[in-house]
């Protein structure tokens, strides 16, 4: 396998990357040379090229020149010849396509052998990548990493810059043959801004983290010197920010939530590590105007001796900014008013140090996932500021969200990253493989009935790979499609056939030609019919009911917690105003309402129609609640023996297997006692 990766922004080398030393020698690097890194211990990895711009400025020294290459093992760094000398911030490397599009195919027609594919790292790289495949032929993938739409929802506004920048994302995004997103968020919410990306293409897999020296880190005498100079009591605890010093990164709304709460000032301190300056008039304008106006705002509040900001600071000082902040309880926070993902999130849950985090990006699935911290509204200062004191002024609060942030090490990590991107490497490279013919199909639901017991997966998956030539494997789940995808791939569970996802809301087909997924749309046309989007959310508002994410929410559906509710009065209620809805309780937790004639029941039968099967050749499996309308619908279901909300005394399942197994062993228990009677 060779992997061409082309980043074009910034300052990069393989080693000692000069980070902070201008505005786009940032977090992106440290994700391409970690992947690299982690990629390259793969054996099936023959060979990485990194390919940049290759520039000459005496600041910035030599290295840089287009003819200094670097190699380490196998991974190699070349640098293009554009035929402009000067360094080039990412605001002008539209300037050069031509002429970077000319240097990468001189690149690819000089080498001994092409690259099996092509992951293009911001969007003037993937105008390159697009050019290679139209003139070469070659495969690419995309990660955006920040996105210019999203930047201009967040501001409210745009410019010349940021409409070119937005036009060459659509461009990049139009060819890819996939988008690697980092988080629900980026796949649903960030990429909905872009008319040339469909669903199907974007696939969730969470980067890995190199997290060990912030795990085994602690406080250095020279952080402890760098900020006590800024401090009456240095003692206290630290509300630590660690960004670079533009508007996106929210550190002027920090420094204003923190001014507007006396209790937070007396409760703790404000410490901003924001990049690196000599003199403040030599930075670039952003960050220029960004710091003078934090200097402004301590001096107009009066927070001399609460607020440090350190001018400078090594890279090794960062685990112990981290550590420090834990030694003294406290907490990092990062206001941003987007965040594509929260690396820095991960280097404080990594250092037991709990977060206050925007709740807009991919934070939301960092805190889902580890529960170490809150998230906030980037706008709103005073929700900030009670976070914040809410947790250093109740130990019992630290201390969990600190021994939550464990969990991060285990779940970003470099192994099984490579292994779910290694995996669509090979997807997108190898022969495409025509449909079967099935004559029926299995559909199971995910959490607690396919997942809970890996050995017993193992076994449900030998079973479904020696029959998938003639079985379909169907998934129907209440998680979001792209929820779905990343859950099963990183359970090693080989891509399903189709995925109804979101409680039967959406039907997402698998293309084995195209090896990638298309959305039904007939179905989502019929859910969405009719739906009372408006009356229904209102009225729910009025019975009080509270809302869970908005990720969680779209048209034909609005999910709710049940919160010890009873769901047929709600159900009656809806009703009796005329709000035709499908009415799903789960797990004692969760509501949904849905577009009448929706749901799991409904979504199986439309797959049944599709592939032509009688409703006597399907089987479907699953554990709760929201299963219900499928299990009572088709003739062959299965209640695995773990099953919840009473679906092992419903009446309406007499017909059912209940199996005494367990998740996925109940599965296949199911399957073979249908097989064995001669039903299925």
Known sequence: MFVCHIALQGCLTLTDVPYGITADTGGHITYLLELACASARDPEVERLDIVT?????ASLGSRFEAQCGEVSE?????????????????????????????????????????????????????????????????????TGHSLGAVKRAVNGSTDAYLDRRIAVEERALESADAVIASSRDEAEAQYAHYASIEAGRIRVIPPGCTLSRFEAAQPS???????????????????????????????????EAYAADPALQAAANLVIVAGCRSVLGELEQECREVMQEIIEAVDRHDLYGKVAYPKNHEPADIPAYYALARESGGVFVNPALNEPFGLTLLEAAASRLPVVATDSGGPNDIIERCNNGELVCPRDPAAIASACRSIVTDRRKWIRYASAGGQAVAAYDW?????????????????????????????????????????????????????SGRIALGIATGRSFHSAQAILAAEGVPTPDVIISSVGTRIHWYDRETRRYREDGAWRKQVETGWQDRDIRAFADSLG???????????????????GRDADRIGRAL????????????????????????????AVAHVAAVLSLTQ?????????????????????????????????????????????????????????????????
């Open 545 to 563: 009911l509270r809302p869970q994410a908005l990720l969680e929410q779209h048209p034909g559906k609005a999910s709710y917690f049940l919160d």
């Open 53 to 57: 711009r290759g520039f000459t400025d």
């Open 415 to 467: 192994k099984a990253h490579c292994a779910l991107y290694h995996r669509l490497v090979r997807e997108i490279t190898g022969p495409a493989k025509p449909a079967p013919d099935w004559d029926r199909i299995l559909i199971c639901d995910i959490d607690n009935t396919l997942l809970g017991d890996r050995e017993a997966l193992r076994e449900f998956l030998d079973w479904q790979s020696e029959n």
């Open 221 to 255: 005498d020279k952080v402890r010197s760098d900020i006590s100079q800024f401090l009456r009591d240095p003692d206290k605890p630290m509300l630590l920010a660690i960004a670079r010093p533009v508007r996106k990164k929210n550190l002027l709304g920090l420094v």
């Open 74 to 142: 196998k991974i190699r760094l070349v640098r293009l010849d554009d035929g402009d000398p000067a360094y080039l911030p990412k605001e002008r490397l539209h300037e050069r396509h031509e002429q970077l599009c000319d240097a990468f195919l001189r690149y690819i027609d000089a080498l001994d052998e092409k690259p099996d594919l092509i992951h293009a790292h911001y969007a003037d790289a993937g105008i390159l990548a697009r050019h290679a495949k139209e003139e070469r032929g070659i495969p690419y993938v995309f």
């Open 575 to 602: 009703r009796a105003e005329g709000l035709r809805t499908e009415v799903v309780a789960s797990h004692g937790r969760y509501l949904d309402l849905l577009s009448e004639g929706s749901g799991k029941g409904p």
């Open 616 to 680: 006597s050749r399907v089987v479907v499996a699953g554990d709760s609640g929201n299963d219900l309308t499928m299990l009572r619908a088709c003739p062959f279901p299965i209640v695995v023996g773990n099953a919840s909300d009473g679906l092992a005394q419903d009446p309406s399942l007499s017909h059912a297997y209940r199996a005494k197994g367990h998740f996925a062993a109940g599965v296949l228990e199911g399957v073979r006692h249908y097989q064995e009677a001669g039903s299925w």
